[in-house]
């Protein structure tokens, strides 16, 4: 007896899936008998504000991007933890506040592990670039200068 009345308590959930079914297939249906059907030079090439294409939309991203969007996405979602502990903060009480420090306590660490690995070093290291840089001076100062060095300069008198 259970069994029918949960069953027939489905029906409604039934029909809107059936209905939402339906929608879906009459709007991929409909619009490939009513649209409009030509094939001409023009139809498949790229149109921008009247600029011309200068090359492929399609090229790769260094992986930095997609590592800096991961990073978005955690910090966004910790964000929704935290707002949600300080919107229940006084009925959650000091079990809450101590699950939310420690919840921040190990965002923290995380930050600092990632920073002490490297992770969010996305371009060049500008003391590499300066020690680099100092290297060759001492080296070769006439090189990097654009001056003359004393033994090709010409005496003019």
């Given at each position: 007896?259970?069994?029918?009345?949960?069953?027939?308590?489905?029906?409604?959930?039934?029909?809107?899936?059936?209905?939402?079914?339906?929608?879906?297939?009459?709007?991929?249906?409909?619009?490939?008998?009513?649209?409009?059907?030509?094939?001409?030079?023009?139809?498949?090439?790229?149109?921008?504000?009247?600029?011309n294409e200068t090359g492929d939309a399609r090229f790769k991203f260094p992986v930095h991007?997609?590592?800096?969007?991961?990073?978005?996405?955690?910090?966004?979602?910790?964000?929704?933890?935290?707002?949600?502990?300080?919107?229940?903060?006084?009925?959650?009480?000091?079990?809450?506040?101590?699950?939310?420090?420690?919840?921040?306590?190990?965002?923290?660490?995380?930050?600092i592990y990632e920073w002490k690995i490297g992770a969010l070093d996305f371009g060049p290291s500008g003391k590499k670039?300066?020690?680099?840089?100092?290297?060759?001076?001492?080296?070769?100062?006439?090189?990097?200068?654009?001056?003359?060095?004393?033994?090709?300069?010409?005496?003019?008198?």
């Open positions: 007896m259970r069994e029918t009345e949960s069953l027939a308590s489905l029906w409604p959930l039934l029909v809107y899936a059936g209905g939402v079914v339906l929608l879906v297939a009459v709007m991929l249906i409909v619009p490939y008998f009513l649209g409009e059907r030509h094939k001409e030079t023009a139809t498949d090439t790229v149109y921008e504000s009247g600029i991007f997609y590592i800096l969007a991961m990073f978005f996405v955690i910090f966004d979602l910790e964000v929704v933890f935290i707002v949600a502990w300080a919107i229940n903060a006084k009925a959650l009480g000091w079990a809450g506040y101590i699950a939310i420090a420690t919840f921040i306590g190990l965002l923290v660490a995380v930050l670039i300066l020690k680099r840089y100092h290297e060759r001076f001492k080296s070769e100062p006439y090189k990097i200068t654009g001056e003359r060095s004393p033994e090709n300069k010409t005496l003019t008198t």
